[in-house]
């Protein structure tokens, strides 16, 4: 079964505090994507990346660091220097393709709040 | 560059009754996804459009249909409302479907009573 797990409901640091969100899926596909998705208090989702199977270099950019392992099939998003506008609900997902029907599947989110 | 746009915002209905809600997307983009969220089911997918054609499903009743029309706006309609319908509704646009790389709207949440 295709299934994305974010086992951390709610986290909350102190400002500039680094932090890391876990996200571990199962897939039967041997090609697939992840991704990461920021949705702030407005509600609107925010794509931050997206990841395939076949590269598992880690991707920096800015204050944000992604890791890719396939051996534990996790895709773990680190934010350095946590600032108060990295508050938000971030989702993992993970595609899945079953005959013609793509489709993504998504985490339950994890709260991130951080305090000032 | 203007994002998605979503209408209405928010509504309320009864049990019973129908919604559509309508979604504009990005100039360019020509494919519009439908995703319910709630706080007890998470994100899930509705449907996909592309070129005026569904082309990707998720597993929801026949209540739950779409249209997406030759300028690329979409619709959805959900039919004889239930309480469990109440949910923020997303739609998402992108170039091409089957992307993943998808820019949400706002939203519109739907309370039913």
């Known amino acids: 079964a295709q299934k994305v797990t974010q086992a951390q409901t709610e986290i909350s640091v102190v400002e500039k505090e680094d932090v890391t969100l876990d996200c571990v899926y199962e897939t039967r596909d041997t090609t697939y994507y992840l991704f990461w998705y920021k949705q702030p208090p407005s509600g609107e989702l925010v794509f931050l990346i997206r990841r395939n199977s076949f590269d598992e270099q880690n991707e920096i950019s800015g204050r944000y660091s992604w890791n890719f392992q396939k051996s534990t099939s996790s895709f773990n998003f680190t934010i350095t220097a946590s600032q108060v506008v990295d508050s938000a609900v971030y989702f993992c997902?993970?595609?899945?393709?079953?005959?013609?029907?793509?489709?993504?599947?998504w985490g339950a989110g994890t709260k991130l709040i951080i305090k000032p | 560059k203007a994002g998605v746009t979503q209408t209405p915002r928010y509504l309320i209905k009864t049990r019973g009754q129908q919604v559509t809600l309508s979604c504009s997307p990005i100039?360019?983009?020509?494919?519009v996804s439908w995703y319910q969220q709630t706080p007890g089911q998470g994100l899930q997918f509705l449907f996909e459009y592309f070129s005026e054609t569904q082309r990707n499903k998720g597993n929801f009743p026949g209540r739950f249909s779409g249209r997406q029309f030759s300028n690329s706006r979409s619709e959805m309609n959900v039919s004889t409302l239930e309480l469990g319908d109440s949910a923020l509704y997303l739609c998402?646009?992108?170039?091409?479907?089957?992307?993943?790389?998808?820019?949400f709207g706002e939203g519109s949440r739907l309370t039913v009573l």
């Open positions: 997902a993970l595609n899945t393709q079953t005959d013609s029907n793509y489709q993504l599947i």
């Open positions: 998402a646009s992108s170039l091409e479907p089957n992307t993943g790389e998808l820019f």
């Open positions: 100039s360019g983009h020509r494919s």
